[in-house]
């Protein structure tokens, strides 16, 4: 066990002293979640007044959440980049052959990613409460919010991190980045579901991400919340990527 | 134009083409991405049409323009990173022994992405038909529709020729992207102008240019011909054109000089 620790330990600090020093890293997980926050929230606010649009906190807030969880996932998604890019400069490789307990090394990935998602999460926090957003849950409501995006953050990575495992190129950029991107998009983004019309109605009524985006929305208004569908979903999609990561990571292995 | 140019250009240009054609991430995501963020929208979006003074009764009809602007995006980057790359292969270098003509060597590398413009512009065209746009403009508009569409990506890739061939480097030009997409989301891109609620936000969109690129296309589906969303898209386009292509050219002369 201590050997498993040590080995996350050490690569996730590496992981987070790269993203912290590196500005090429850190100003585009700050910067895109900021300007997407910006151009749905301050560009669409007047879709608040569509009539059956019924959300209490308002629809700065209603945006808030789904930017929350797409920056989470994003930043797994970029920890994803990070594992390609080590596969591609030899780094993993040299890695794999150091690590006395491999699985380590996701964990380590996964940790980084959480932490950076949490960064990413307090700057979003911080514009958005200074730029009027209406919060109506309370503290218990907020940090279940939190910990609903950091569920969000782990999934994205582990699924990132299996497609770095199996490809090992940077390459794979666009397979980790759109899958993740067009699932987001296919939840009620804009409007709540209700309001949703034609296929894409159809697509986030199946959309795991849907309860996921949705239950956040209920956190935020302080409204009645389904806690064991959406922890039970959420914790349920990190066990299947985990699965899926780690099946990566042993294919890595075996790949030499 | 001398016969020599115009077989330069000609030369160029089946080199351009040639080369953006073997490239499947050069010809796919222009074409599928526009339509597929438009297609999400329109699901998403389809409410916003219910909102007072909105101009159309189908949020289609209102976002058929992103794509045209989008592609354009796509088309900057495709002409910036082709010739990033053949500033990074010194393919330029060895341009620059032979009596070709600078003019040539910009507009034949033009010409690639916009013969993926064009058949780009053509597929959003028939994607809106089959989806059930109405056209107001009436079969007349559809030539009138492409030739925008072609100036929009024409002004967008000659931009992206000055980055690539400004910096030199294919990195520097995928950088620049984000910054595109920005100017995309903060213009009249989801809703008219006089619907945003937000007075900042207003004012960022009537400043942004984009916004009457995308207001040009727009109108051809939502109004007809609008003489002033027309004047304004099209003088717009054409002012991004031109002054990207003397920036182009001015960077092409500095990297072809001979040492």
């Not at chain 2, 003509?101 to 916009?114: D, E, F, K, P, T």
């Not at chain 2, 950088?175 to 100017?183: C, D, I, Q, Y």
């Not at chain 2, 916004?211 to 991004?240: H, M, N, P, Q």
Request: aromatic share 12%.
């Amino acid at each position: 066990m201590s050997r498993f620790l040590d080995v996350t330990r050490a690569v996730a600090w590496r992981t987070i002293h790269n993203f912290v020093t590196n500005p090429a890293f850190f100003l585009p997980s700050i910067i895109f979640p900021l300007f997407f926050f910006t151009a749905f929230a301050g560009g669409l606010s007047s879709v608040g007044d569509v009539p059956g649009f019924d959300f209490p906190a308002g629809y700065t807030a209603f945006q808030f959440v789904f930017v929350l969880l797409q920056a989470s996932a994003f930043g797994g998604v970029f920890t994803g980049f990070g594992i390609a890019a080590d596969f591609e400069k030899g780094f993993a490789r040299r890695l794999l052959l150091a690590a006395p307990n491999r699985l380590g090394i996701l964990a380590g990935y996964a940790l980084a990613a959480l932490v950076r998602a949490m960064l990413v999460c307090a700057l979003l926090f911080a514009v958005a409460l200074a730029t009027g957003m209406r919060v109506l849950g309370d503290g218990v409501d907020l940090f279940a919010l939190i910990l609903l995006a950091a569920l969000v953050s782990l999934t994205a990575t582990f699924f990132a991190a299996g497609v770095a495992f199996r490809t090992r190129t940077i390459q794979a950029g666009p397979a980790m980045q759109m899958p993740v991107f067009v699932v987001l998009f296919l939840a009620p983004v804009y409007v709540p579901l209700n309001l949703l019309s034609g296929w894409v109605e159809t697509v986030a009524k199946l959309n795991p991400v849907t309860a996921l985006v949705e239950g956040g929305r209920d956190l935020i208004s302080g409204e009645a919340f389904s806690g064991l569908l959406v922890y039970g979903l959420a914790l349920a999609l990190v066990a299947l990527f985990a699965v899926w990561a780690v099946r990566g990571l042993r294919k890595a292995e075996a790949a030499g | 134009m001398s016969a020599t140019l115009v077989s330069q250009v000609a030369q160029m240009a089946r080199r351009s083409i040639l080369q953006t054609l073997r490239q499947p991430a050069m010809v796919i995501p222009p074409i599928v991405f526009p339509l597929l963020l438009m297609a999400i929208n329109v699901g998403g979006l389809d409410a916003a049409t219910k909102i007072p003074g909105f101009p159309a009764d189908s949020y289609l009809d209102f976002a058929i323009a992103v794509p045209f602007v989008q592609g354009a995006l796509f088309a900057a980057i495709n002409a910036g990173s082709s010739l990033a790359r053949d500033v990074e292969t010194g393919f330029l270098k060895r341009l620059a022994m032979t009596p070709m003509q600078r003019a040539a060597l910009l507009l034949g590398n033009l010409s690639g992405v916009m013969v993926v413009s064009f058949f780009s512009a053509c597929i959003y065209i028939a994607a809106g038909f089959i989806a059930g746009m109405d056209f107001a403009a009436g079969a007349a508009g559809i030539p009138a529709l492409l030739a925008l569409a072609v100036l929009i990506a024409l002004g967008f890739a000659s931009v992206g020729a000055y980055i690539g061939l400004r910096s030199g480097s294919g990195e520097a030009v995928q950088g620049f992207f984000p910054l595109l997409f920005v100017a995309l989301f903060l213009s009249s891109m989801s809703l008219p102008r006089p619907l945003i609620e937000q007075d900042w936000f207003r004012a960022i969109a009537t400043w942004n240019p984009v916004s009457y690129l995308l207001e040009g296309v727009r109108s051809f589906v939502i109004t007809g011909w609008d003489g002033v969303a027309l004047a304004r898209g099209f003088g717009v386009a054409a002012a991004i054109a031109a002054i990207a292509i003397t920036g182009a050219s001015v960077a092409l002369r500095n990297r072809l000089v001979r040492t």
